[in-house]
């Protein structure tokens, strides 16, 4: 069959000396490791408002005996030494504020823990502080946020059986969310294509920052972002806060932590899929600057230089994040971080036609993908109770392919027939302010501008070798979006979220604006009610807006610009959620999304809509596009969910749902991403190892069950008539293959020595085999209707060490 194979792309000069300077640093800087004792919690407690930091804060592990506590010092700062491995829930309380805590922290030996505490301001005065007070496991960061947001830390990606330390496979096991394929990330929540999803990192947008993810797609194969460099973000599925544009389905808010300020770490980790290393550290002792940095490299890339045996799937690819964090004293906190990616794949097709079983057999691919983004960000209170926030960044992201087939008249000399080659650029600017009016009030307000490149050039040979240029041009454009909202607390027990975003999209001056309203009600204690509605509006990805179709062997005419408006979405959520005791929540949304202003084809083919595209050779097939399609998703999710406590965790959640459209031709048809229904169980349990207990053994299992993938409907005689594939008149997205369901499980190791923390992972995902289907398509050379699968059992072992 073919050969997935791998070259260096750009960064391997670099792997070399990062790799060498980690592990030669190791020798050189454990005299600053963990003393035999224990290990440090430590950290700043603030207010979530303001960003104040705030002295006399009480600070306590629960569960320790004796009680171990102290207070934050006069810049909100505080430090428990001689922690000893293992499991601690820990507290935090400041008079006038509501107490929370973090429980079921991970201390081990090889890193510090590092916490940043945000205290909300209470609006009553309590008599005593209660140090037992319950935390929200699972809220998200954003205060403004209301409905549909959920925080997630760095050990949840690595926690759930086969989430790989990718965010968006774990974000897979959240209500409202499904897969679109088992070798993807790619996410469809809510019913809505994957292409309404927007990636930030650092307060402002990126690129699509997943290997082997097609141009204008929402997702990829495995993610650039490392989990040793993030920190907790927040996912959200509907009715986002004002401050989130250029979204309709879902808001990816991707946060990178900073390094330790006062002693450099390490961590290494070795895998089926990739070598990693990072480092972290001050620059200099004293210091409260701190960089952070992390490559990776493919295992199976570097296996490929040596073994090419044909069938065998082997990906190249690498990626590097970084962060440095540079604080000063009186102008702020400014911070310099960035993300790449390369990668690289080729189909190898074996020059003897004899041991071609199908027509496609004889065809081969090369395909080159890059994504890089570099920003700096500012960070300044200007106030005691107000702050700025800027971020400048820039961004490129690149797919290149040839394909080809072998002729075996021509000595089997390759003969092209499909070339691809895209660039987009971005420069973003965002700026954001925020201030705390008082106890109940607060506001904040920003502009985001994207100035967007593009350059594309695409072209495509029939049979008789004419080709045809489908797109053919460079330009530039601009995204600009301005937002304002308001938090008001008008009760102990009511919040109301409003505020404003508009958008402007200079490339044709469609423009929105964006009203969206969210309230909340606390009735119980345990008990909330909420209720969110809102509009969001996102322009196409810009090779919609340019469609051609010339002979390439005469003079190019001039582009056709598709005079679209900006996609919109309503969406209105009513939710529930009920605490029991400290570690138990039940969670319902019922919500629906009214669609509107959808580009839809009004040409040949007036059944089909923009929204079932998930990436841009999808979008080229599609022309005579106006903006008059409607549609609708509807569905109810529920979660019920035990947080990590007493060593173990488990959450079910299940989703159903409806998502259709109206064609041209004024009829409703199912989208792509109908599939009803979408169900997880995820549930793991940690035990204490070794005579002293320092060690952990971890089990994760994951049960996965939602619809068939849906395609057209196929008219079998007619097309065995024709020899090709023919439809049934109005079997658009009709057919359903058969449902999904999916076992995975992992075991996880941990060893704590004094000087380093040892893990090997094993997850192992479809641990059962089962063949599920993922599409259905007519065979000209069999005649027949047949299936092509999802991927059968797969394996993913690492070994990881910190130190």
């Known amino acids: ?56 804060a009480t600070v306590v592990l629960l569960n320790s005996d004796p009680l171990q506590g102290t207070s934050s010092d006069l810049d909100g700062s505080f430090r428990l030494e001689h922690v000893p491995v293992g499991r601690w829930d820990l507290a935090v309380t400041y008079v006038g504020y509501e107490p929370t805590r973090r429980d079921q922290l991970q201390v081990s030996a090889g890193k510090e823990t590092v916490l940043e505490i945000a205290l909300t301001e209470a609006l009553s005065t309590l008599s005593a502080v209660v140090i ?4 929200k496991p699972g809220e998200a960061l954003n205060e403004m946020a209301t409905v549909s947001a959920r925080s997630f830390s760095v050990e949840e990606t690595g926690r759930y059986a086969a989430g790989i330390f990718d965010p968006a496979r774990m974000a897979m096991n959240f209500a409202g969310v499904s897969s679109g394929n088992d070798l993807s990330n790619e996410i469809v929540v809510r019913g809505n294509s994957p292409r309404g999803l927007v990636w930030r990192l ?70 089926l899929l990739g070598i990693e290393a990072s480092a972290e550290g001050p620059f200099k002792t004293g210091s409260s600057a701190s960089y952070l940095i992390n490559y990776r490299y493919s295992t199976l890339a570097l296996l490929s230089t040596f073994l090419k045996p044909v069938g065998d799937v082997l990906p190249s690819y690498q990626d590097l994040s970084f962060k440095i ?3 000063t004293k009186n102008a702020g906190t400014f911070g310099l971080w960035g993300l790449g990616g390369a990668n690289y794949a080729f189909e190898e097709v074996e020059g003897d036609s004899t041991q071609w079983e199908f027509r496609d057999d004889r065809e081969g691919y090369d395909a080159w993908q890059q994504m890089g983004v570099v920003g700096i960000s500012h960070r300044m209170l200007l106030s005691e109770n107000t702050w700025m926030r800027t971020v400048l960044a820039g961004s490129a992201d690149r797919y290149r392919d040839l394909y080809y087939f072998l002729d075996p008249e021509k000595a089997y000399e ?62 530039q454009t601009g995204l600009a979006e301005a937002y304002a909202q308001w938090r008001f607390r008008f009760h102990p027990d009511w919040i109301l979220n409003a505020g404003m975003h508009s958008t402007l999209l200079l490339l044709n001056n469609a423009w929105a604006l964006e009203p969206r309203a969210a309230l909340e009600w606390q009735q119980t204690p345990s008990r909330t009610w909420s209720i969110a509605t809102g509009l969001h509006a996102k322009p196409e990805q810009i090779s919609a807006y340019f469609l051609q179709q010339e002979d390439v062997s005469e003079t190019l005419g001039e582009t056709i610009r598709q ?53 841009i050779w999808e979008i080229i097939g599609l022309d005579s596009l106006e903006s008059i399609g409607i549609g609708y998703n509807t569905g109810l999710d529920v979660t019920v969910e035990k947080f990590f406590s007493e060593r173990w965790y488990i959450m079910a959640t299940g989703s159903l749902y409806r998502s259709r459209y109206q064609g041209a031709d004024k009829q409703w048809y199912s989208t792509r991403f109908d599939r009803g ?31 068939g993938h849906r395609r057209d409907d196929i008219d079998l005689d007619a097309s065995r008539a024709a020899d090709r594939t023919i439809l049934v008149e109005g079997g658009q997205w009709a057919v359903k293959v058969p449902a999904y369901y999916r076992i995975d499980f992992g075991v996880r190791y941990t060893i704590n020595r004094n000087r380093a923390t040892h893990s090997i992972m094993l997850d192992v995902q479809n641990t059962t085999n089962r063949q599920n289907v993922f599409n259905e398509y007519f065979n000209a050379e069999t005649g027949n209707i047949e299936a092509s699968y999802q991927t059968g059992i797969f394996p993913f072992l690492n070994y990881r060490i910190e130190f």
């Open 563 to 615: 005079d679209l408006k900006l996609n919109k979405a309503v969406h209105a959520v009513v939710g529930y959620k009920e605490q029991f005791g400290a570690s138990w929540r039940i969670s319902a949304e019922a919500y629906v999304q009214y669609l509107y202003h959808l580009a839809i084809s009004t040409g040949g083919d007036q059944t089909e809509a923009l929204l079932n595209a998930v990436d």
């Open 677 to 707: 229904y979408t169900g997880n169980v995820v549930a793991g349990r940690e035990w204490p190892m070794g005579r002293e207990r320092r060690n952990t053994l971890g089990l994760n299992g994951k049960v996965n069950f939602q619809g």
């Open 132 to 135: 037992s007070s319950e935390g």
């Open 1 to 56: 069959m073919n050969v997935l194979g791998s070259r260096s792309v750009s960064l391997s000069g670099l792997a070399i000396s990062f790799l060498l300077l980690v592990t030669t640093g190791v020798s050189s800087s454990h005299a600053q490791s963990q003393p035999p004792t224990g290990q440090t919690i430590r950290g700043v407690v603030l207010d979530a408002e303001s960003r104040q930091p705030l002295p006399g």
């Open 414 to 475: 390759k003969t092209f027939y499909d070339s691809t080659n895209f660039l987009n650029t971005a420069v973003r600017a965002s700026w954001m302010i925020h201030s705390k009016l008082n106890s109940r009030s607060s506001v904040r307000a920003g502009l985001i501008h994207g100035q967007l490149g593009y350059k594309y050039d695409y072209q495509n040979a029939d049979t008789n070798g004419v080709w045809t240029q489908y797109l053919n041009g460079q330009g």
């Open 202 to 271: 650092e307060g402002v947008e990126v690129p699509n920052p997943n290997h082997f993810g097609g141009m204008g797609s929402g997702g990829g194969a495995i993610s650039m972002l490392s989990s040793s460099t993030l920190a907790t973000s927040d996912f959200y599925t509907a009715a986002f806060p004002s401050e989130f544009g250029n979204a309709t389905s879902g808001v990816f808010d991707i946060k990178l932590r900073k390094g330790n300020e006062e002693r450099r770490e390490y961590a290494v980790m070795v895998g």
């Open 325 to 327: 964090d540079l604080p």
